[in-house]
């Protein structure tokens, strides 16, 4: 009977201390989040400041400080949905936004934005470990440069400057998944926006990609405008992704708080590939005249 008792006595001691460790580690993490972002938010950013090393290496610590935090919540509550995450992080901080998808039973696709500074990545489960598998700011440029506003170096690109803003102005916004290639690879959409210092129409960004093996590939990328509150939505639509977007007409004249000639652009989610089919014009009759 001593025995017993001496046998549950060590297992729930070393319980506690394995709970112990895991709530240490998760309130180190939301420390030093909340440090990273005091940093980062004492910045009141301006186009020469997203440009500047100072903003650069606090958004790079804010960033580190939410995906460590993450990694940690998510080994600690394995298996949890995309919205008991939101959850736990609007607990951690309120101003924080979020989007997500689970890829796998494995694997989390997030957009977590600080305002509208955004990051993407991709945290994996395997056993007892929880890592990031991917981060946005990892991909090459070479094939779409637009992808660089997604990184806090974007400063850095030869062809940042006041001219050409769309490599440097800072994304948030929404991902969202889409229906598997025919090799069983996962495809997912990033729909960002870019920070906007002043203005109703805003600048924007839609990304396919392709996740297998470890490895997020691009398929196709477009910038194009919108209104901020846009009529509709980016949706899948049977074998289509429909993304809406403003442009201007001919004749007429739209204010920047005005939809304008509203188009959605269309894309074929082929089994193999992922093509651009052009865009559809809202109000044809109108269009015709304008």
């Not at 977590?112 to 440029?141: C, H, K, Q, Y």
Request: glycine share 8%.
């Amino acid at each position: 009977m001593r025995l017993v008792i001496a046998f549950f006595g060590v297992t729930l001691s070393l319980l506690a201390s394995t709970q112990a460790l895991a709530s240490s580690a998760i309130d180190d993490a939301a420390r030093e989040f909340h440090a990273a972002a005091a940093a980062a938010r004492a910045f009141d950013p301006t186009f020469d400041d997203i440009s500047d090393q100072p903003w650069a290496n606090g958004e790079t610590r804010l960033w580190n400080a939410v995906e460590q935090w993450t990694c940690t919540w998510l080994k600690e509550a394995p298996g949890s949905s995309v919205a008991q995450f939101e959850s736990a992080l609007a607990a951690l901080d309120k101003d924080l936004g979020v989007s997500g998808v689970r890829l796998s039973p494995k694997e989390m696709l997030l957009e977590i934005n600080d305002g509208e500074v955004g990051n993407v990545f991709i945290v994996r489960t395997m056993g007892a470990e929880t890592m990031i598998a991917w981060r946005i700011s990892d991909a090459p440029l070479d094939r779409f440069p637009d992808l660089n506003g997604w990184r806090a170096a974007r400063g850095r690109h030869p062809r940042c400057s006041e001219h050409d803003r769309d490599h440097c102005v800072p994304l948030f916004g929404w991902v969202g998944a889409l229906p598997d290639a025919a090799d069983g690879s996962k495809r997912f959409y990033i729909d960002g926006q870019y920070l906007a210092f002043a203005g109703a129409t805003v600048g924007r960004q839609i990304s396919v990609w392709r996740w297998k093996s470890g490895r997020a590939e691009p398929l196709t990328l477009r910038t194009y405008s919108a209104m901020i509150e846009q009529s509709g939505a980016t949706r899948i639509q049977g074998s289509r992704l429909i993304v809406p977007a403003k442009t201007g007409w001919k004749t007429f004249f739209s204010c920047g708080s005005c939809e304008g000639r509203q188009i959605e652009q269309i894309f074929e989610l082929r089994p193999t590939q992922v093509r651009y089919l052009g865009a559809k014009v809202e109000a044809p009759e109108i269009a015709v005249s304008a």
